[in-house]
C-alpha cells in the first residue's frame, strides 16, 4: 500500500511585541522571516533542508518573494502559516503560503521563487535530475493550490531617483556573511516616512533578489514612484551592481 | 492548606537561522529580545503583564538590562529561559534569568532592573502599596535566585567621542512609537567592525535606559575605550540628552 505524503505544512506563529510596530501590526519583515523559517521547516521534514543539502554543497537561494496581505496580523495574535510546493521547473521551484487567523480566514497569501545552486561552482542545478526527482514527490495537486494572489511582475527602473545610501554593518548579515534577505526589506521601507504608514499599510511587497553583497558593502536605494500607492525600489551596492528590486504597494 | 505558588517559569527557545550572526551564533539583540519575551510572559501570567497593567494606565519600564554569556548559543539549539524576580523595592524591581542548554547547563545568566510608571503622569508608582504589595508574593527565595553574574555598573563618560550618528526609521520603533530597548542594542554592536567579531565574541554587555527617543530623532553614538576588551557607548538623541548608556565587554 502507498504511504500517502504530506505536501502542506502548518507552522505556528505567535506575534510578539517588539515584532510589531507604531500601528501594533507585525512588520513586513518580520512576517517574512516567519514565511521562510516555515519554508526551511517544510523543506527539512522532507530531507531538502539546507542542513541536509549543504553536506552534498548544495543550497537554496531565494530567488523572489512576494506577500500580499488584506489585514496585517496584531500583537499577540497567533497566526498559522500554511505552505507547499507548488511546481518545480528545471531551475526553480515556486513555494506557495497562506497565512491564516485561528478562525482558518485568511489574512493573506505569499509566493516565493527558490534555486538550488552547487555551493562550490555557485552555479544553479538541475531540480528535476537531483536525488532522481525526490522532490517532483511534493507538488501540491492544482485543487491545493489556493494562493489568489498575482505572480511576480517585471519590473523596469527607468527613472529612478536615488533616496538613501546606507552602509552595511555586523547586524545586517547572516550564517554566510550576506546581507540577510529580510534585512533588505527593512531597509526598504524605512524608505518611506511615518506619515505614510499613519495613513497606509503594506498591502503587497515584492521583491527580486538578483545578487548577493557582504558586510561592509555600501548600499544605494532608488526609488521610481508608480502611482500614489506604488513605488519601486532599486538597491544597488557599491554604486554598481543591481542587488535587489522591489515594488512596495501601500493601501 | 496553601496553595503552592509557582516563582520561577521556563521559557522555550529555537535559535532561527536569520537570528544569528556570522558565526552561527545568536545576536546579543535577538537573546535580548527573547529575554523581555521570556519577563513578559512571566509577568502576565501572573497578573502583572502590560495588558492587564494599561487598563489601569500602569506600565513597565525597563531600566536596566545586562546580560553574561559564556557561550552564545548556536542556530537550530534549542535553549531554555528560565526568569524570576529576585527582589522589589518601592521603585524598582529585579528580575533574573538564566538561560540554559538542553541538558541544564548554563549557557550564561541576565539581570534587569524595572520600574513601573503611571501613563498619564509618567511618574514611577510604588510597587510594594500597588494591587497590596501582591508582587511580593512572587519574589524567589535566595537559595533558588542562582544568577552568578555582577550587577550593572556605573558608566562615567568623560572622554567619549562621537563614533556615529543615525537617523531612525519606521523600523527602529515599537507599538508606543519609542525606539526600541533591543534597536539601540543592534545599533550599538553595529559600531563595532566585522574584524572585532572575527576574532572576539560578546561576553558581557550592559545598557541602562535613561530616557526614551522617537520615529525620527537624531541618536548619536559616542565611544569610550575602557580597555582592549571593554568598550562604554553612550547614546544621546538629538544632539543633547542622554538615552541610554551601555558597556560591551569582548572576550
Request: charged letters at 25%.
Amino acid at each position: 500500500m502507498m504511504q500517502k505524503i504530506e505536501k502542506i505544512d502548518s507552522y505556528p506563529v505567535h506575534v510578539e511585541p517588539f515584532h510589531v510596530d507604531f500601528n501594533g501590526r507585525i512588520f513586513p519583515g518580520v512576517l517574512g522571516n516567519h514565511l521562510l523559517n516555515a519554508a526551511g521547516n517544510h523543506s527539512q521534514r522532507r530531507g531538502w533542508g539546507i542542513g541536509a543539502l549543504n553536506e552534498n554543497h548544495y543550497t537554496w537561494v531565494l530567488s523572489r518573494l512576494c506577500i500580499e496581505i488584506e489585514e496585517m496580523p496584531r500583537q499577540y495574535e497567533d497566526i498559522e502559516i500554511r505552505t507547499w510546493v507548488e511546481s518545480v521547473m528545471r531551475l526553480f521551484t515556486n513555494r506557495n503560503f497562506s497565512i491564516l487567523r485561528p478562525d482558518g480566514t485568511p489574512c493573506g497569501y505569499a509566493r516565493s521563487v527558490w534555486a538550488m545552486i552547487d555551493m562550490d561552482t555557485r552555479k544553479p542545478c538541475d531540480l528535476l535530475s537531483l536525488y532522481d526527482g525526490d522532490i517532483l514527490r511534493y507538488v501540491v495537486e492544482p485543487e491545493e493550490n489556493v494562493c489568489p494572489i498575482q505572480g511576480h511582475g517585471r519590473l523596469v527602473f527607468r527613472e529612478a531617483r536615488l533616496a538613501r545610501t546606507l552602509d552595511t554593518y555586523y547586524s545586517d548579515v547572516d550564517i554566510n556573511g550576506h546581507i540577510n534577505s529580510i534585512k533588505y526589506i527593512e531597509h526598504i521601507l524605512d524608505l518611506f516616512p511615518r506619515e505614510r504608514y499613519e495613513r497606509q499599510m503594506v498591502r503587497r511587497l515584492e521583491i527580486a533578489y538578483k545578487a548577493e553583497s557582504y558586510l561592509g558593502d555600501r548600499l544605494s536605494f532608488y526609488t521610481q514612484v508608480i502611482n500614489d500607492n506604488e513605488i519601486g525600489v532599486e538597491v544597488r551596492k557599491n554604486e554598481r551592481e543591481v542587488v535587489c528590486q522591489a515594488k512596495i504597494c501601500f493601501e
